[in-house]
T-cell receptor, first 113, second 115 residues
Framework: DAGVTQSPTHLIKTRGQQVTLRCSPK?????VSWYQQALGQGPQFIFQ???????QRGNFPDRFSGHQFPNYSSELNVNALLLGDSALYLC????????????FGSGTQLSVL | GNSVTQMEGPVTLSEEAFLTINCTYT??????LFWYVQYPGEGLQLLLK?????DKGSNKGFEATYRKETTSFHLEKGSVQVSDSAVYFC??????????????FGQGTILTVHP
């Protein structure tokens, strides 16, 4: 039973570029949440997708957007990258929008130069 | 808003020592509380949780008690092992319409256990 998988594992971009990160939820899960974890900090909630719609959003600018596909996989897009966007991006999946147990992927390490 | 504060780290212990990692919180509403653990190169894993005052969450020898009067959820283990070396995160979610996907995390505490 595959857990949450994220791709790529590492990524290097330049300021001003755009990036797309991908997440496949654990088998049977239909809800995906995205988090940003800066070095030495705890994860910060970006947004959550359920039934292909953004259901909740944290305090992140519109440069951060997402999408959920019919197979429940999800993408996180970041436009106009800033140096401060360098972080580990985590995806978590659950069963249902109010599912209690989250399963996290290992993350995508994004470096913006 | 919601916030979680963890004790300053890192924490370094010898095997079989007693572990305490302090966690206090501020929440609008009535939160559920969690401890997550992040082993090197792996995703966060739920370690334990408590959903109401005075509940004790426990797992793998770790325990934490939901103290509403002191707004705390300290993590304890009586005898740590080298394999417990990881980063520990305290987290909360306020229910009542907010999904469990929207967690608020503390900054994390790095635990290193030496043989």
């Amino acid at each position: 039973d595959a857990g949450v998988t994220q791709s790529p594992t590492h990524l290097i971009k330049t300021r001003g570029q755009q990036v797309t990160l991908r997440c496949s939820p654990k088998s049977g899960h239909d809800t995906v949440s995205w988090y940003q974890q800066a070095l030495g900090q705890g994860p910060q909630f970006i947004f959550q997708y359920y039934e292909e719609e953004e259901r909740q959003r944290g305090n992140f600018p519109d440069r951060f957007s997402g999408h959920q596909f019919p197979n429940y996989s999800s993408e996180l897009n970041v436009n106009a990258l800033l140096l401060g966007d360098s972080a580990l991006y985590l995806c978590a999946s659950s069963l249902g929008q109010f599912g209690e147990k989250l399963f996290f992927g290992s993350g995508t390490q994004l470096s913006v130069l | 808003g919601n916030s979680v504060t963890q004790m300053e780290g890192p924490v370094t212990l010898s095997e079989e020592a007693f572990l305490t990692i302090n966690c206090t919180y501020t929440a609008t509403g009535y939160p559920s509380l969690f401890w997550y653990v992040q082993y090197p190169g792996e995703g966060l894993q739920l370690l334990l949780k408590a959903t109401k005052a005075d509940d004790k969450g426990s797992n793998k020898g770790f325990e934490a008690t939901y103290r509403k009067e002191t707004t705390s959820f300290h993590l304890e283990k009586g005898s740590v092992q080298v394999s417990d070396s990881a980063v520990y995160f305290c987290a909360l979610v306020t229910t009542g319409g907010t999904s469990y996907g929207k967690l608020t995390f503390g900054q994390g505490t790095i635990l290193t256990v030496h043989p």
